[in-house]
């Protein structure tokens, strides 16, 4: 069956069904009341052109900025200095947004309920739930990177540990939260060294990001441990906090780190006893979220429920290390998200570490849908695709690769977006054709953006096959995002319909005088949770 598509010549579409998600965009420059805002906080983050903002670094070093974010262009700057700053930068066009650096607020560390009284008095229960009785873990490889508060390496677990590097410097205050990033860790990689406890992938190769070096940690702490792996290749985040304000710059932080190799792993929070309200960067797109469950492998009493939960892990009653200077006996059983996090985070760097060949995205997607389903049947609110188990993630046919994620928005593939250089056009002059595959989830990967090359006077034809409904849209190449509407969607829509399940849909747009790059946007249709589909492109000359 042929499911017809809009016919495009140089002119708008029909409007075009709506789409799920948000728009991924930089935050709004502030003005009036929203500018006073920002002197509620001493210092001021300020993210810059990524081409012409570097011009400018000079100015704000000299103002007392610091620069936390190089891939971003992110810098640090005293709210001071930022008002009298503000006003000619934004004149001069080099401002992308304007973020006051406030503490990360809500569920800040996604669990640690202690039990103090009887250290280790409960066995790692979560051993045989996960599989890791039935797996050999394997020597240091792909990195796992904590971003949490610091690591105690004087500890018996972390004291001589080989491969365990902290990235900048470790604090410890006298508040238990301070407990948080020695725990995390202690579950993902304590050695086994004869003391303790082991975690699930003993011999990995662990960093340590101290995200709170001077208490509560900010907005600014955070993009700063993100930058200090972005590009650094391929690797895993354990991000065991959350909030529940979103902010733009810190979903541009992790989609970034993502682009560059890093596999983000992220706790889904403990918020289920107030209905579980929206967490980030939980809910962010491409980060494994993780939820926890007991010993009868049911969902706990406190993890948030969420369409963006992945995976569950145990994460209640779990022996951690935690530092000697705040507990004198090393070691205490805890609960939370933040213990079922690690154990996920550590297990995915080991299967990626025996699986070398495997790129994040089918990584991302092979742990997950090797998952042990529970009751209901298939992907669930409350523990994702289901448990975590180690040894069929080891064996399951490895899916295809998913091409040129993170790709949500305009903004993630276009030059000078959340990159210099942003994605390689899928066809250009001298590759008039294209064919790949690829995959969407209406939680994890909601959108797929490309650019695609239009001839002047020639045509584009796209061919779709997709294996659930989806729609497939044409946007122009002054679009700023796919999820424009009004006035903007008339402008600069093309062509948009819709293809149902294994049909195949045709979709031809006309070029105008000039050569440009457009936009190829495929999202699921309403109520379609995951799709796959095929695509041919080609282009042609008059």
Same mark, same amino acid.
């Given at each position: 069956?042929? #499911?017809?598509?809009?016919?495009?010549?140089?002119?708008?579409?029909?409007?075009?069904?709506?789409?799920?998600?948000?728009?991924?965009?930089?935050?709004?420059?502030?003005?009036?009341?929203?500018?006073? =805002?920002?002197?509620?906080?001493?210092?001021?983050?300020?993210?810059?052109? =990524?081409?012409?903002?570097?011009?400018?670094?000079?100015?704000?070093?000299?103002?007392?900025?610091?620069? #936390?974010?190089?891939?971003?262009?992110?810098?640090?700057?005293?709210?001071?200095?930022?008002?009298?700053?503000?006003?000619?930068?934004?004149?001069?066009?080099?401002?992308?947004? #304007?973020?006051?650096?406030?503490?990360?607020?809500?569920?800040?560390?996604?669990?640690?309920?202690?039990?103090?009284?009887?250290?280790?008095?409960?066995?790692?229960?979560?051993?045989?739930?996960?599989?890791?009785?039935?797996?050999?873990?394997?020597?240091?490889?792909?990195?796992?990177?904590?971003?949490?508060?610091?690591?105690?390496?004087?500890?018996?677990?972390?004291?001589? =540990? $080989?491969?365990?590097?902290?990235?900048?410097?470790?604090?410890?205050?006298?508040?238990?939260?301070?407990?948080?990033?020695?725990?995390? &860790? &202690?579950?993902?990689?304590?050695?086994?060294?004869?003391?303790?406890?082991?975690?699930?992938?003993?011999?990995?190769? %662990?960093?340590?990001?101290?995200?709170?070096?001077?208490?509560?940690?900010?907005?600014?702490?955070?993009?700063?441990?993100?930058?200090?792996?972005?590009?650094?290749?391929?690797?895993?985040?354990?991000?065991?906090?959350?909030?529940?304000?979103?902010?733009?710059?810190?979903?541009?932080?992790?989609?970034?780190?993502?682009?560059?190799?890093?596999?983000?792993?992220? &706790?889904?929070?403990?918020?289920?006893?107030?209905?579980?309200?929206?967490?980030?960067?939980?809910?962010?797109?491409?980060?494994?979220?993780?939820?926890?469950?007991?010993?009868?492998?049911?969902?706990?009493?406190?993890?948030?429920?969420? $369409?963006?939960?992945?995976?569950?892990?145990?994460?209640?009653?779990?022996?951690?290390?935690?530092?000697?200077?705040?507990?004198?006996?090393?070691?205490?059983?805890?609960?939370?998200?933040?213990?079922?996090?690690?154990?996920?985070?550590?297990?995915?760097?080991?299967?990626?570490?025996?699986?070398?060949?495997?790129? =994040?995205?089918?990584?991302?997607?092979?742990?997950?849908?090797?998952?042990?389903?529970?009751?209901?049947?298939?992907?669930?609110?409350?523990?994702?695709?289901?448990?975590?188990? %180690?040894?069929?993630?080891?064996?399951?046919?490895?899916?295809?690769?998913?091409?040129?994620?993170?790709?949500?928005?305009?903004?993630?593939?276009?030059?000078?977006?959340?990159?210099?250089?942003?994605?390689?056009?899928?066809?250009?002059?001298?590759?008039?054709?294209?064919?790949?595959?690829?995959?969407?989830?209406?939680?994890?990967?909601?959108?797929?953006?490309?650019?695609?090359?239009?001839?002047?006077?020639?045509?584009?034809?796209?061919?779709?096959?997709?294996?659930?409904?989806?729609?497939?849209?044409?946007?122009?190449?002054?679009?700023?995002?796919?999820?424009?509407?009004?006035?903007?969607?008339?402008?600069? %829509?093309?062509?948009?319909?819709?293809?149902?399940?294994?049909?195949?849909?045709?979709?031809?747009?006309?070029?105008?005088?000039?050569?440009?790059?457009?936009?190829?946007?495929?999202?699921?249709?309403?109520?379609?949770?995951?799709?796959?589909?095929?695509?041919?492109?080609?282009?042609?000359? $008059?």
């Amino acid at each position: 069956m042929t #499911v017809a598509f809009g016919l495009a010549c140089c002119g708008p579409a029909a409007a075009a069904p709506s789409h799920p998600g948000h728009a991924v965009l930089p935050g709004p420059l502030p003005a009036g009341r929203e500018l006073q =805002r920002l002197l509620l906080y001493p210092e001021t983050l300020v993210e810059l052109d =990524r081409v012409r903002g570097p011009a400018v670094a000079g100015l704000l070093k000299r103002a007392g900025g610091e620069l #936390v974010s190089p891939p971003l262009q992110v810098w640090r700057v005293p709210t001071a200095a930022a008002r009298h700053l503000l006003p000619g930068l934004t004149h001069r066009r080099v401002v992308r947004s #304007v973020t006051p650096d406030q503490p990360l607020d809500g569920d800040l560390w996604s669990g640690l309920f202690a039990d103090l009284a009887e250290p280790l008095a409960s066995s790692e229960w979560w051993i045989p739930h996960v599989g890791a009785d039935r797996w050999k873990p394997p020597g240091p490889g792909v990195p796992l990177t904590v971003l949490d508060s610091g690591l105690d390496v004087s500890h018996e677990e972390f004291a001589g =540990r $080989p491969n365990t590097k902290t990235l900048n410097k470790q604090t410890f205050g006298e508040d238990e939260s301070e407990e948080h990033g020695t725990a995390v &860790s &202690s579950v993902a990689a304590a050695p086994q060294n004869g003391v303790g406890i082991v975690g699930v992938y003993p011999r990995a190769r %662990l960093q340590s990001w101290d995200i709170s070096p001077l208490g509560v940690p900010t907005i600014g702490d955070e993009l700063q441990g993100l930058a200090a792996v972005t590009g650094k290749g391929r690797g895993v985040l354990n991000i065991s906090f959350g909030g529940t304000t979103y902010f733009a710059v810190e979903e541009h932080a992790i989609l970034a780190a993502f682009s560059t190799g890093s596999l983000p792993v992220v &706790s889904a929070g403990n918020f289920r006893e107030i209905l579980s309200p929206q967490e980030y960067p939980a809910s962010f797109a491409h980060v494994l979220t993780v939820a926890a469950t007991d010993q009868n492998d049911a969902v706990t009493v406190f993890s948030s429920a969420s $369409p963006s939960v992945d995976i569950a892990a145990p994460g209640l009653d779990i022996p951690v290390a935690v530092p000697v200077s705040l507990q004198p006996e090393g070691y205490i059983t805890a609960g939370g998200t933040s213990v079922s996090t690690p154990i996920v985070s550590g297990a995915v760097a080991a299967i990626w570490t025996q699986r070398p060949r495997l790129d =994040r995205t089918q990584i991302f997607e092979l742990v997950r849908t090797s998952a042990r389903d529970l009751a209901p049947a298939g992907r669930d609110p409350d523990t994702g695709f289901g448990i975590l188990n %180690l040894p069929a993630a080891k064996t399951a046919r490895a899916p295809g690769v998913d091409p040129q994620e993170p790709n949500e928005d305009i903004y993630l593939v276009k030059p000078n977006g959340i990159s210099r250089i942003g994605h390689v056009p899928l066809t250009r002059p001298g590759r008039p054709q294209a064919r790949f595959g690829a995959r969407l989830d209406a939680a994890d990967d909601p959108e797929d953006v490309y650019r695609v090359y239009l001839p002047a006077r020639g045509r584009l034809t796209v061919t779709v096959k997709p294996s659930a409904n989806v729609v497939v849209e044409v946007w122009g190449s002054l679009t700023r995002t796919v999820f424009e509407r009004g006035s903007a969607q008339r402008r600069n %829509l093309l062509a948009a319909s819709a293809v149902a399940a294994q049909s195949t849909g045709k979709l031809v747009v006309r070029g105008g005088r000039l050569s440009r790059y457009v936009y190829l946007d495929v999202f699921p249709a309403r109520r379609v949770p995951r799709s796959q589909y095929a695509v041919s492109l080609s282009t042609a000359r $008059p």
